[in-house]
């Protein structure tokens, strides 16, 4: 049994898979196996899959039919054996000693956090973890929240044990903050989390990689629906005020953010079901959060005395004017 099991969703990355999995050839540590999880590629990517386990035992694929990255990850995890879980993009790379900094900090803790170096237009900028491993479960939690750290799975080593004893997977019909949602589905279980402060996985952006399909309203809402009961599962067993009042802002700012969702072009509701949003959201009050300026309009709106038509028609025109000109059109 490997001691790391590395799970690599990779979808139509021919350019960039090369880079990726050279760099995965080249650690330090190399007591790994790397499972490629080709999720029905129409280029060339399964085919250079198919090579590097030619040539080198530790890599491993499975074809698949496309069905997306969460469900790929959930099929590495199917059929990882290590003891450890790490999860790298087919489009990053990571440094030699990415591996090994894991083990360089002492044993006996559930889950390791790095920092992150990303990449973007030959720029680079280190995300460095600033926290001591060891402290407090809950605070070291509502500090990485805040500091937008558990967003990513990539930076993070799991327990393969402690993921298969709860069947902890990433979300199915759900395809943004999944990362988010399978980190604190993970989090329930941990009590010492280890931190180094090194940066050596190379998160790259490039052109257009950012945008992405709007998303409908119901999975939008969704997904926040549910990143609140786990945020709200971790306080009640381990109750910290500041992250409680932290998540609750926050979970405010999404409901008000999603709002114009429900303009957008592929969120069928009726004008009924609209008023019905709109009023559930009057309650929603921010103190230290700041809403990006298309919601603030939005949320004056909505908080007018105009005519509910008047309003409605309003709101439809700023979040339409926001969808076309945030989404390329493909």
Not at 90 to 112: M, R, V
Not at 295 to 306: A, E, G, K, T, W
Request: hydrophobic share 35%; with cysteine.
């Amino acid at each position: 049994m490997a001691k790391i099991s590395i799970i690599v969703p990779v979808f139509n990355v021919e350019k960039m898979l090369p880079h990726c999995l050279d760099s995965i050839k080249a650690q330090t540590f190399s007591d790994f196996e790397c499972l490629l999880i080709d999720d029905g590629s129409t280029d060339s990517s399964g085919i250079l899959c198919d090579e590097y386990v030619a040539f080198d035992p530790r890599f491993k694929v499975i074809h698949s039919e496309n069905q997306g990255a969460s469900a790929a990850r959930n099929l590495g995890l199917d059929n990882a054996s290590g003891e450890w879980i790490q999860f790298i993009d087919s489009d990053d790379w990571i440094a030699p000693d990415f591996l090994q900094n894991y083990f360089n900090i002492g044993n006996g803790y559930d889950i390791i956090f790095q920092g992150i170096t990303i990449e973007k237009n030959g720029k680079l900028q280190e995300l460095t973890i600033n926290s001591n491993s060891g402290e407090n479960t809950i605070e070291t939690i509502s500090r990485f929240e805040q500091n937008n750290v558990l967003g990513w799975c990539i930076n993070k080593i799991f327990i393969n044990t402690l993921i298969q004893k709860y069947h902890i997977r990433f979300p199915k019909g759900i395809t943004i903050r999944e990362d988010l949602i399978f980190t604190l589905s993970y989090l329930q279980y941990v009590s010492a989390i280890g931190i180094t402060p090194k940066c050596d996985y190379h998160y790259v952006i490039r052109d257009g990689s950012l945008m992405s399909r709007p998303r409908s309203y119901r999975e939008v809402d969704e997904c926040c629906e549910l990143i609140f009961k786990l945020r709200r599962n971790l306080v009640e067993v381990n109750f910290n005020n500041q992250y409680k009042n932290w998540f609750e802002e926050e979970y405010a700012m999404r409901k008000l953010i999603q709002l114009k969702y429900i303009y957008y072009p592929q969120t069928i509701v009726s004008r009924d079901e609209r008023y019905s949003f709109l009023k559930s959201a009057r309650g929603y009050k921010l103190k230290n959060i700041k809403l990006p300026k298309t919601d603030r309009v939005i949320f004056y709106l909505f908080h007018s005395l105009l005519p509910f038509f008047i309003k409605d028609r309003l709101i439809k025109i700023v979040a339409l004017t926001y969808y076309k000109s945030h989404y390329k059109k493909k």
